[in-house]
């Protein structure tokens, strides 16, 4: 199953097209006015997939953050669709969840209050609303912060009650923006296991991204090159370090040889731009 | 399920914001002292008569007027008739300056053509001393309360509307767009993103709106009113009761500081966020 990184094509066949397709991009560009400049982002094609956790790497003003915010539904495509489960998906709503940099939170809800928010928007009845709230801050690990105000918690703690908050609304997938980006190392590493678990437990399509090439080999099972001027995806392959038995931990994947070298093939690959 | 986290993190303990090493209520005591000091200083002056009691009537003299005044009211009307006139034209002035101002401050911050539309009214009226126009008030309404609550409000509309416009304004975008992909959208984003986002924004406002208003509501009960705490102190003034208008002047500024305290608490309570720095 471990395929190796291909270095060549441009535009590579999906990873595993035997499981039914969620979420397609078709075709997207953008082009910010005026109109001759060249496109941030050019001719994106992209399938993602059931409990895929896909890295998106890339330097900065690749567009990555453009693409997050197209699948969102922030900004409108110049050109191209986004299809979720066969729907185009054009304006945000809750199908597609969004964890961003900071974490975002409601400061004037608690916890358990920002956790309901999506489901109150739902029209979910506040008892079955208060009990997968509990059951969500469970998952992350808050279930003691749950009626503290936002402002009370520590930058790791708020991350995860953000993440808890996206989840609630059981979207199709969940997009992350370098969410850790912010944090201390140590804090980090602990949001980054902790992630994983999340994923494993939650088998939901993730798409994170990140300008981390560590990052990226610890988490992903898949992983997207972009490079800039015009945006576009360069490469797109399995994780060869993922294995879907067996999760290793982090000291072990940092440890492998095989890790050390794909460290270095993709650094002087992203450094190449 | 087991919590999937096993790196505790200490959650933050909330600042207090007193300088290093001394207790906080140490300035309260400096206060009061000051306070007392003054009163002292009041006292000494009358008893010793430096000054004519017509200028400065001694805190005896003054007690024995509030005493007065409580029992048989000041000119056919009860002290508390005269608090109430007043209070209740800052009340309704301010309710209606809220529930029109806010809405109205908020939707012009996200519509650009909107706050086009009222900008030039608002900026034309808002620098104005409301004593200007409230001789036309008057002429329009009479010297009864709609005038009154009238001009009130419209003092107390700009503070609000302009807090509002610029507030609305400065709501992160990524709050937005994250209610958004939480399923917010159309009315229920106004009401459980960008109101209470503003709100301690609008609180500040409202402070500022309520001392504009006090500070034109006596000015105004003095040029026309047959009531009211500030017409009490200027009808005194006619009679040379120099210890009523004492009264007058402390009971205004001991309400304006309740007024105050209440609305500070009011924030201390409703967004308790906005006390980090």
């Given at each position: 199953?471990?395929a ?16 039914s397709?969620q ?15 060249e ?24 567009g990555?953050?453009s ?18 489960n ?9 199908s ?37 709230a ?25 991350q ?19 969410p ?18 999340l ?51 982090f ?10 070298e ?12 | ?31 009061a ?11 000494l ?8 009691s ?53 939707l ?23 004593l ?6 008057v002429?329009?309404?009479?010297i009864?309360?709609?005038s ?62 309520v001392?504009?208003?006090?500070s ?27 210890d009523?208008?004492?009264?007058g ?6 309400i ?17 966020w906005?006390?980090?720095?």
């Amino acid at each position: 199953m471990i395929a190796t990184p291909t270095f060549t094509s441009h535009h590579s066949e999906p990873v595993h097209a035997n499981r039914s397709t969620q979420i397609i991009v078709d075709q997207v560009s953008l082009t910010y006015r005026p109109a001759w400049e060249e496109p941030v982002l050019d001719q994106i094609n992209l399938e993602l997939e059931q409990s895929e956790l896909v890295c998106v790497l890339g330097p900065s003003g690749c567009g990555k953050t453009s693409l997050l915010h197209i699948l969102a539904g922030y900004i409108p495509p110049t050109r191209g669709t986004v299809r979720i489960n066969g729907k185009e998906h054009k304006a945000p709503n809750s199908s597609v969840g969004v964890v961003f940099q900071h974490a975002n939170l409601f400061p004037w809800l608690s916890i358990a209050g920002n956790v309901e928010f999506g489901m109150k928007m739902k029209g979910i009845p506040k008892p079955l609303r208060k009990e997968k709230a509990a059951h969500y801050l469970q998952l992350v690990g808050l279930q003691e912060a749950a009626s503290k105000l936002p402002h009370q918690l520590s930058g790791g703690m708020k991350q995860r009650a953000a993440i808890a908050r996206t989840l609630a609304t059981d979207p199709s997938i969940v997009l992350m923006d370098e969410p850790f980006s912010a944090l201390d190392a140590l804090t980090r590493e602990s949001m980054q296991i902790h992630v994983r678990e999340l994923w494993a437990k939650t088998q939901k399509c993730i798409m994170f991204i990140t300008h981390d090439v560590d990052e990226a080999l610890l988490l992903s099972s898949r992983i997207l090159i972009m490079h800039a001027r015009p945006g576009r995806i360069v490469q797109d392959f399995r994780n060869p370090l993922y294995s879907e038995n067996k999760a290793r931990n982090f000291n072990e994947l940092r440890a492998d040889r095989q890790f050390l070298e794909l460290r270095e093939s993709l650094l002087s690959h992203i450094a190449s731009v | 399920m087991r919590p999937a986290i096993s790196v505790k993190e200490k959650p933050k303990h909330s600042r207090s914001i007193a300088r290093k090493g001394v207790h906080p209520y140490i300035y309260r005591g400096i206060s009061a002292s000051a306070v007392i000091v003054a009163g002292l200083l009041w006292w000494l002056i009358s008893s010793l008569h430096v000054v004519s009691s017509l200028f400065m009537p001694s805190p005896a003299e003054v007690w024995a007027a509030f005493l007065e005044i409580i029992k048989d009211g000041y000119k056919g009307e009860t002290l508390l008739g005269h608090i109430g006139a007043s209070l209740w034209r800052l009340f309704v002035a301010i309710s209606i300056a809220f529930v029109t101002a806010v809405p109205l401050g908020i939707l012009c911050g996200r519509f650009r053509w909107l706050q086009a539309i009222f900008d030039p009214f608002v900026e034309f009226y808002r620098p104005l001393p409301p004593l200007a126009y409230y001789s036309l008030l008057v002429l329009w309404f009479g010297i009864e309360d709609t005038s009154k609550i009238l001009l009130l409000f419209l003092s107390a509309f700009a503070p609000l509307f302009i807090t509002s416009v610029y507030s609305v304004q400065r709501v992160p975008k990524d709050r937005i767009s994250g209610a958004t992909s939480l399923g917010a959208k159309g009315w229920s984003l106004y009401i459980y993103i960008i109101f209470p986002s503003c709100l301690p924004d609008l609180l500040t406002a409202l402070r500022t709106a309520v001392g504009v208003a006090y500070s034109t509501l006596v000015a105004a009960e003095m040029v026309a009113a047959i009531s009211g705490i500030g017409w009490m102190v200027l009808d005194a003034s006619k009679f040379l009761r120099s210890d009523v208008i004492y009264v007058g002047i402390i009971i205004m500024g001991v309400i304006a500081v309740l007024i105050d305290v209440l609305i500070r608490s009011a924030m201390h309570k409703w967004c308790p966020w906005t006390e980090q720095s």
